[in-house]
């Protein structure tokens, strides 16, 4: 008897989740020595990013099977844009970033990369690929989110960005689309769960560059 694809799709990437969070870029967020350039840096590629899945998101509705999860998905992409930048836009107001500053910043290589790889998946596979492609991004963030919770201080300067991602709100968007996956994975032939699974394990290796480039502050050479 198989098992959901959540649960298996977890099992193939704990050893990535875990490097995720240990990576110096989450000890530090964790321990509030994360360094105001790297944050600001992470958090203006965030935005960018956001913009892209949230795009993503509207075509996951645009193909869901049934009434529910088109509302759903419109739903998660309406979060994505109003809701999280709404975040983003607090630590803007506080570091100074405004919107021509924040228009005149390119994608770094590692969110282009994410980005892009999540639009042309959006668009050119099924239903049930794009939830696989989706879902890291929802639950490595509530994982990490708790993780962070729990060792964090109580003065940590991003305090905001972890009471989000550990949240409860955030807690029942990531269930509520890990539901939608499994559903649809239950659906799919053994070839669209394996080729769920690809986009499963290409999107967790993306979430490890997003937060490495972030790190290593990465911009374009040329």
Known sequence: MTGTFSAEAWARNAAAYEAIRTMPFNAELAAGSLSRARFLHYIVQDAHYLVGFG???A?????APDPDRMVQFARA????????RSLHGGFFRDYGIDADTFARTPLSPPCDHYVAYLIA?????PYEVVLGALLPCFWIYAEIGRDILSRARGDN???AWIDT???EDFATAVAAMIAATDAAAAQASPGARARMHHAYDQATRL???FWDGAYREAA???
């Open 121 to 125: 998946t959006a668009y050119a596979e």
């Open 220 to 222: 374009w050479p040329v």
């Open 55 to 57: 795009r993503a998101l």
């Open 207 to 209: 979430e490890y560059l």
């Open 59 to 63: 075509l996951a509705a645009a193909k």
């Open 165 to 167: 991602y550990a949240g």
């Open 77 to 84: 992409a309406e979060t994505a844009i109003v809701v999280e």
């Open 157 to 159: 300067p991003y305090r």
